[in-house]
């Protein structure tokens, strides 16, 4: 029987500064070799971590070390969150707005997740991928 080998990843917190950087540090890490560029919303982040391009391949167990998450966890928080959400209240943009005023809502009462809540819990659907704080 084959066994496959764990990829391990790293994610270089020190180059997020925001959720524009996050991005393109995911980009840097899992798209290497893929001449396409990877979506800019949480959906393409979760599709992403299916494997079967980049990085990642298919089911196959990976490790992903996430330097600097502690701080990550910060700027990545409610603030970065609040002015995500806010931007997709554009009235002419193709998001739910009551969805996303809900969202805001709960933001401020203390009850909603933040950006980097969301990425946990996608990194957290995909039990081949051990997440490693750092």
Same mark, same amino acid.
């Given at each position: 029987?084959?066994?496959?080998?764990?990829?391990?990843?790293?994610?270089?917190?020190?180059?997020?500064?925001?959720?524009?950087?996050?991005?393109?540090?995911?980009?840097?890490?899992?798209?290497?070799?893929?001449?396409?560029?990877?979506?800019?919303? /949480? @959906? =393409? +982040?979760?599709?992403?971590?299916?494997?079967? &391009?980049?990085?990642?391949?298919?089911?196959?167990? *990976?490790?992903?070390?996430?330097?600097?998450?502690?701080?990550?966890?910060?700027?990545?928080?409610?603030?970065?969150?609040?002015?995500?959400?806010?931007?997709?209240?554009?009235?002419?943009?193709?998001?739910?707005?009551?969805?996303?005023?809900?969202? /805001? @809502? =709960? +933001?401020?009462?203390?009850?909603?997740?933040? &950006?980097?809540?969301?990425?946990?819990?996608?990194? *957290?659907?995909?039990?081949?991928?051990?997440?490693?704080?750092?």
């Amino acid at each position: 029987m084959l066994s496959r080998m764990t990829a391990t990843l790293v994610l270089d917190g020190t180059r997020i500064h925001d959720i524009a950087s996050f991005y393109a540090e995911v980009e840097r890490v899992f798209m290497a070799g893929v001449d396409w560029p990877l979506g800019h919303s /949480l @959906d =393409a +982040l979760d599709d992403l971590l299916y494997g079967g &391009f980049g990085a990642l391949d298919g089911d196959a167990p *990976a490790t992903l070390e996430w330097l600097d998450f502690e701080r990550n966890r910060q700027v990545l928080g409610i603030e970065a969150t609040r002015a995500m959400l806010q931007a997709k209240l554009d009235p002419d943009g193709p998001y739910d707005r009551a969805r996303i005023r809900r969202q /805001l @809502d =709960a +933001l401020e009462a203390g009850t909603g997740q933040t &950006f980097f809540d969301i990425v946990l819990e996608i990194v *957290a659907g995909h039990p081949n991928i051990a997440l490693v704080p750092r």
